[in-house]
């Protein structure tokens, strides 16, 4: 398969995550469609991981390469930490924040499609370029749900469970600042190979660490108990340094030499 046929499977993966949640918030009136939503809300992520996959052996290169490449990835992952939060904390309304965002980053990519492009540039021929890249989305949608909890924390009524969504924020963001850090380190050592120096500072790398500093911080700040409202609202504008990190870096004059910048290589 090829960005040709894209549409189809992110139109498709869209609708079954809108009919299953349809779907599974009406269970609170009749418990017999919770199975249905939650199978087609799995139905969606199935059909655009199975693209994910087609695509891989149609372009016959990993497609971590482009932004858009890495959209596709994002909204593959992320759906599957709503569906794994509430399997292991039963907490259901995660999934749907999960879906939202996975559906916009597919929209993304439906207004502005990629060109068709199976070249890959030596520097990315390299046994780091996969590990390095997927860690490093594995943290971003991590750290996107921890901040899409934070965010419902933020501005839900006071009561509930609310001490289970500061533990959930909190847990999502130590596991995300973990593969962060798995992240740092491999592109470190894949830059070496490709390029022969650790760092160099470029923009792409000089934003990747001010986003580790800014979840180190967190971790410093939650260590020393500060408010738990002040964390949330941390956490929940964190998000934004990772977002400037991916895309917003490729927008900076300075990102014009940038040995990161493989959009239009």
């Given at each position: ?58 372009i016959d290169r990993p497609p971590l390469r482009t ?199």
């Open positions: 398969m090829t960005w040709v046929e894209f549409p189809y499977a992110a139109l498709g993966a869209m609708a079954c995550w809108a009919g299953g949640s349809v779907l599974s918030v009406m269970q609170g009136r009749n418990g017999s469609l919770k199975a249905p939503g939650l199978l087609l809300m799995l139905s969606g992520t199935a059909v655009i991981t199975g693209f994910l996959v087609l695509f891989w052996a149609g932004l858009g490449e890495t959209r596709l990835w994002y909204a593959v992952l992320i759906p599957l930490v709503g569906f794994l939060v509430e399997y292991r904390w039963k907490i259901g309304w995660l999934k749907y924040y999960c879906v939202v965002l996975a559906s916009f980053f597919l929209a993304i990519n439906l207004l502005y499609p990629d060109v068709y492009d199976k070249s890959l540039m030596p520097a990315l021929q390299s046994g780091w370029f996969i590990p390095h890249v997927v860690v490093y989305l594995v943290g971003y949608v991590l750290l996107a749900a921890s901040s899409a909890a934070a965010w419902h924390n933020i501005f839900r009524k006071k009561g509930g469970d609310r001490q289970n969504v500061h533990s959930l924020s909190h847990h999502l963001a130590v596991l995300g600042f973990v593969f962060l850090s798995f992240g740092l380190v491999f592109g470190a050592l894949w830059a070496k190979e490709a390029w022969g120096h650790y760092w160099t500072w470029d923009p792409k790398e000089t934003w990747a660490l001010i986003s580790w500093l800014g979840y180190l911080g967190y971790l410093h700040l939650y260590s020393m108990n500060v408010e738990k409202q002040r964390l949330q609202w941390y956490l929940a504008l964190a998000f934004l340094v990772l977002l400037v990190c991916w895309f917003g870096v490729n927008y900076l004059p300075s990102a014009a030499n940038s040995v990161h910048s493989y959009q239009s290589s």
